[in-house]
Nanobody
């Protein structure tokens, strides 16, 4: 069982990045999946989740700028991040939700499989 993120990097404010998370060892289509981010000294925070059916939820601070999507045929979920801000700087993680039902953003205890993370730095 594995999740592997990629796509992080350094970008100027207003720029864009697309993160990818490839799942292996389990059928992605059976699970809701989330993206989290974490900055030093703070708890990992879920910023978006996508259900098995493709419905999505976003943290208010990223709503309208970030888009989560999934391609089950490629066993991959994505996070398109536009209009990036300095305070989006963080380590980003994808995670598999424990529960099949999605009723909003949750804490890290509701996920049972994590990627290693990818770093996003937004600075001028």
């Amino acid at each position: 069982l594995q999740l592997e993120e990629s796509g992080g990097g350094s970008v100027q404010p207003g720029g864009s990045l697309r993160l990818s998370c490839v799942a292996s060892g389990f059928p992605l289509e059976h699970y809701a999946m989330g993206w989290f981010r974490q900055v030093p000294g703070k708890e990992r925070e879920e910023i978006s989740v996508i259900s098995r059916a493709g419905s999505t939820v976003y943290l208010d601070s990223v709503k309208g700028r970030f888009t989560i999507s999934r391609d089950n045929a490629k066993s991959t979920i994505y996070l398109q991040m536009n209009d990036l801000r300095v305070d989006d700087t963080a380590d980003y993680f994808c995670a598999r939700r424990r529960r099949l039902f999605v009723d909003g953003l949750k804490g890290p205890q509701e996920s049972d499989l994590w990627g290693q993370g990818t770093k996003v730095t937004v600075s001028s």
